[in-house]
């Protein structure tokens, strides 16, 4: 099986933040990987922005050390490198003044698609649309992408949006979540609304519950002074998990494009029912012999932010009423997985009687580190001696699945900036929808102030005790965390 490789239209990418981690560890490579896959239109260039004072040849120097160090197989290709590199060019950029904003708009092509990656904080987003439009780049061949978090609450997301809202149109903003550009992801869309076989069970008639895990082995690390402002809720829970509990409970839209995807996802958040202190778990990481506690790593020995939460959610309407959801992440745990487990009921009566064990089929979409599906079905276990059942995997592992040449299928970045090109907003958040989880966001954590602190759990764990609680007290279990 080999994918078509469709080039798109000759663009211009400026990167505001182009010296910074984001653009050197996944922007630059994935722009590499796409040029050496023939999908870069001829007179298309990457500019990268920032205040670091810094000719093209330096920067351009600096792009190489980047693929070198995150890019992939294709690091090797010297000349497709070269080539790439010529691509490229630096101008030293301020944010809030005047220097560098002639000369940008001197740089860029008028007659290419120009997309302008904020890879900076959120509060340097509205100083960059005030400017592009100043200086006359905003038109409609303009588009602007942002990284989140957006905004910190359901006030500060309204504002940001009404900031960008006065210089652009929804159309010409994209919200990106790398989680949805994920091969796994939009799987998941196609399993679902693509085949017969599944979307009729696909509500509370046939499906007993559904866990959304997303588990990171590493703690805060140096991004300790923002998580400890953000926590669990913000950093993941908002946006990530969000994004993908809206996709496994959607209703099917009328059609695959960015508006009807994107209301059948926010009918999803308006539905949800408001969280009870009861169904959420809190915890911090404690400290090993050889690894920091997280106050520790945050610098604030009296932290009340978790990192780690687990909560146990319902939707009030007719697809999913009775069927609840539990979402749980968290940092320092057992492994990095992240995973979503649809789980059907039992059978209504077995005919093989007692010992023949409890058998359920499970659908397992994984996300990361190994992406593809997985389908748990009861057989008869091979071999004499009567009726024996065992639960065996149909394993569509993608790297397996579809042969060798599918193994390195594009990153999320990949995918997400040349749909930024194409024009498709499939895949990126709306405006509605980011204050719409906010909305529903927004209780639970001003709700954290009055309730005990988080508990603390052992790193290589799956959490505190009291998340495996949330589940046990309505009989069923969370499924191990594991690669």
């Known amino acids: 099986m080999v994918s078509r490789t469709i080039p798109v239209d000759p663009f211009d990418l400026i990167i505001i933040g182009g010296t910074g981690d984001l653009a050197r560890r996944k922007i630059l490579p994935a722009l590499f990987r796409r040029f050496v896959a023939g999908q870069m239109g001829k007179g298309s260039q990457v500019i990268g922005a920032a205040r670091t004072e810094m000719d ?5 120097q600096m792009v190489s050390d980047a693929i070198a160090e995150f890019g992939g197989p294709e690091k090797k290709d010297k000349a497709n490198l070269k080539k790439f590199l010529a691509t ?12 560098g904003w002639e000369e940008l708009g001197e740089t860029v ?9 904020f890879s900076v904080g959120p509060g340097l987003f509205g100083d960059l649309a005030k400017r592009l439009h100043k200086y006359g780049m905003s038109d409609d061949r303009c588009r602007i992408v942002v990284e989140k978090p957006f905004g910190h609450d359901l006030a500060s997301a309204r504002e940001l949006n009404a900031v960008l809202a006065k210089h652009f149109d929804e159309s010409q903003i994209y919200r990106i979540d790398h989680y949805l550009g994920k091969e796994t992801v939009q799987n998941l869309m196609a399993v679902r609304f693509g085949n017969m076989l599944f979307e009729p069970l696909w509500n509370s008639q046939y499906v007993d519950h559904i866990q959304i895990t997303v588990s990171e082995s590493v703690g805060v690390g140096g991004r300790g002074g923002y998580y400890d402002k953000s926590g669990a809720m ?3 829970m908002q946006n990530h998990l969000m994004q993908l509990f809206c996709l496994i409970a959607m209703e099917p839209p009328a059609k695959f494009d960015p508006d009807s995807v994107r209301d059948e996802k926010l009918k999803v958040i308006r539905a949800l029912d408001p969280l009870a202190p009861e169904n959420i778990v809190r915890g911090q990481y404690e400290a090993t012999e050889t690894k920091p506690s997280y106050r520790k790593q945050v610098g604030n020995r009296d932290s009340t932010t978790e990192s780690f939460v687990a909560l ?11 069927t609840p959801f539990y979402l749980r992440t968290g940092k320092r745990l057992r492994e990095r997985a992240s995973e979503i487990a649809v789980v059907f009921k039992d059978a209504p009566h077995s005919i093989f009687g007692e010992d023949a064990g409890r058998h359920r089929n499970i659908l397992t979409i994984k996300l ?9 079905v009861t057989i008869k276990e091979p071999g004499p001696g009567g009726m024996r059942l065992i639960d065996v995997p149909l394993d569509m592992t993608f790297a397996e699945a579809l042969g060798p040449e599918q193994a390195g299928f594009p990153d999320a970045y990949e995918r997400l900036i040349m749909d930024v090109i194409r024009g498709n907003q499939t895949l990126f958040m709306r405006g509605d929808e980011v204050e719409a989880a906010w909305a529903w966001t927004d209780p639970i954590i001003a709700a954290f102030g009055e309730q005990d602190p988080p508990l603390p759990y052992a790193t290589g764990s799956s959490g505190p005790d009291e998340a495996l609680a949330l589940i046990h007290r309505d009989g069923r279990a969370w499924r191990e965390i594991k690669a």
């Open 56 to 60: 093209t040849p330096a920067y351009r």
């Open 312 to 322: 146990k959610a319902n939707i009030s309407n007719w697809r999913w009423a009775g």
């Open 88 to 99: 490229v060019c630096y101008i030293t950029l301020d944010a809030r003044g005047t220097a």
């Open 234 to 236: 913000r950093d993941m």
């Open 109 to 117: 092509h008028s007659e290419n698609i120009r997309a302008f990656y």
């Open 368 to 376: 990361q580190p190994n992406e593809g599906i997985v389908l748990g």
